[in-house]
C-alpha cells in the first residue's frame, strides 16, 4: 500500500519519539510505501523551526533516513472544488492524496475524520495500527 503520513505523524516520530508512531514507521517502511508531499515536509520543517528550534537537525537526519516517495503538492488549490475540509492548511494534504491517489492517509488531525471520502482511507496511526499492523505493540 501507499500510505502517505501527515505532519502531525511527522512531528510524534522525529521530535517526540512517540513509542506508537515509530515502530508504526518500521512496519511501513518494510511493508509499504510512505509517501510524503512537498507541502507535508516543508511543514514539517517549518513547524521545528518555530516550535523545536532545538530538534532541527534531527529532523533534517530523520527525513534523510526515511525511505518515502516524494510527491509534489499543487501550487494552485481551489478550496470550492474540495468542500467539506474545515482548516484551510489540511487541504494541500488532502488534495495531494487524491491526486496521487495513495491508499491511506495517516493522520492524527480530527479535522479529516468526518470527511466521507472513498479513496484514500483516513486514518489515525492508532486505527492503522488496528487495521493493517502485523506485529506492532503498542
Given at each position: 500500500?501507499?500510505?502517505?503520513?501527515?505532519?502531525?505523524?511527522?512531528?510524534?516520530?522525529?521530535?517526540?519519539?512517540?513509542?506508537?508512531?515509530?515502530?508504526?514507521?518500521?512496519?511501513?517502511?518494510?511493508?509499504?510505501?510512505?509517501?510524503?508531499?512537498?507541502?507535508?515536509?516543508?511543514?514539517?520543517k517549518r513547524v521545528t523551526r518555530e516550535k523545536f528550534p532545538?530538534?532541527?537537525?534531527?529532523?533534517?537526519?530523520?527525513?534523510?533516513?526515511?525511505?518515502?516517495?516524494?510527491?509534489?503538492?499543487?501550487?494552485?488549490?481551489?478550496?470550492?472544488?474540495?468542500?467539506?475540509?474545515?482548516?484551510a492548511k489540511d487541504l494541500p494534504i488532502l488534495v495531494t492524496?487524491?491526486?496521487?491517489?495513495?491508499?491511506?492517509?495517516?493522520?492524527?488531525?480530527?479535522?479529516?475524520?468526518?470527511?466521507?471520502?472513498?479513496?484514500?482511507?483516513?486514518?489515525?496511526?492508532?486505527?492503522?495500527?488496528?487495521?493493517?499492523?502485523?506485529?506492532?505493540?503498542?
Amino acid at each position: 500500500m501507499r500510505v502517505m503520513l501527515d505532519t502531525n505523524v511527522l512531528i510524534s516520530a522525529a521530535v517526540l519519539s512517540s513509542r506508537y508512531i515509530l515502530p508504526l514507521l518500521d512496519e511501513l517502511a518494510e511493508c509499504h510505501t510512505i509517501v510524503l508531499s512537498t507541502y507535508i515536509i516543508n511543514e514539517l520543517k517549518r513547524v521545528t523551526r518555530e516550535k523545536f528550534p532545538n530538534k532541527r537537525a534531527i529532523v533534517e537526519q530523520f527525513l534523510r533516513e526515511l525511505p518515502f516517495e516524494l510527491t509534489y503538492t499543487p501550487d494552485t488549490i481551489i478550496q470550492a472544488e474540495h468542500p467539506g475540509i474545515r482548516d484551510a492548511k489540511d487541504l494541500p494534504i488532502l488534495v495531494t492524496a487524491i491526486n496521487e491517489d495513495v491508499d491511506v492517509l495517516v493522520s492524527g488531525d480530527n479535522d479529516f475524520a468526518p470527511l466521507d471520502l472513498e479513496r484514500p482511507e483516513v486514518l489515525t496511526p492508532r486505527a492503522f495500527i488496528e487495521k493493517y499492523g502485523r506485529e506492532i505493540i503498542i
